[in-house]
């Protein structure tokens, strides 16, 4: 993990189009403001693990017809990947990777 110290109104800049700026410093609380494309996702921990849980409940009530577009059973996924690639992400026939 890289860990990076910022002060009020600092940033970082994560790949092309990405930027984490510190808004506010309060005690022990941080708020961060991010700028992002939209088509990024941006959630809190908490939330995208939420999202995660209900894409894999989901996913385990769906019948398990195989096809091009979705995962193998032993292949591993990460369940909000899964759901990107169901809405159309694409899979790069050369290394396998999921490009969204």
């Not at 930027?19 to 921990?45: I, Y």
Request: glycine share 6%; with cysteine; aromatic share 2%.
């Amino acid at each position: 993990m890289l860990v990076l110290s910022r002060k009020k109104s600092e940033s970082i800049v994560i790949g092309h189009g990405i930027e984490v700026t510190v808004v506010e410093v309060r005690g022990n609380v941080v708020r961060l403001g991010v700028k992002a494309p939209a088509s990024v996702p941006v959630h809190r921990d908490e939330v995208r693990r939420r999202i995660d849980r209900e894409a894999m409940a989901s996913s385990r009530k769906e019948p398990r017809a195989k096809s091009a577009s979705r995962p193998q059973d032993d292949d591993y996924v990460c369940p909000s990947t899964l759901e990107q690639t169901r809405a159309g992400a694409a899979k790069s026939p050369r290394t396998g990777a999921t490009s969204f």
